[in-house]
């Protein structure tokens, strides 16, 4: 495992019918690492005004081999792996999309921020041979 973290983005999550699942970024020169770092109820009510954060906090301190296995749920995927990176840009209608395929399955994240910048993202992972 890589401990040379090139990007990190946060607040990306999926979901089902009751639940968001959020997950933190961690882009290596190796693989890319989705952290899972919480959940939160889907319903506006109840729903949590500072996803992962208390996941995050926990993470704090840690290496990057003690944080991929420091929950179940992370998701580590080889570079080598991967087949294509997608990413949709936010619009008033959707949340940016971020996809990674690999040969046997594809991932699908969204992140509601709107002060996300990502050129300085893409331009990152281009040089560290990130099929985007």
Do not use: C, W
Request: without cysteine.
């Amino acid at each position: 495992m890589s401990t040379n973290v090139i990007y990190k983005l946060e607040e990306f999550f999926t979901s089902n019918s009751v639940l968001y699942h959020y997950y933190d970024l961690y882009f290596t020169d190796q693989e890319l690492l989705l952290i899972y770092v919480g959940e939160s109820h889907r319903s506006f009510l109840v729903k949590d005004p500072f996803p992962g954060k208390l996941g995050r906090e926990k993470l704090e301190g840690l290496s990057l081999e003690e944080i991929a296995k420091s929950n179940d749920k992370n998701i580590i995927i080889p570079i080598s792996k991967i087949k294509k990176i997608k990413i949709t840009d936010r619009s008033f209608f959707r949340n940016l999309t971020f996809t990674v395929e690999t040969n046997k399955k594809s991932i699908e994240l969204y992140n509601e921020r709107k002060d996300i910048d990502l050129e300085p993202f893409k331009e990152e992972l281009t040089v560290a041979n990130y099929p985007l």
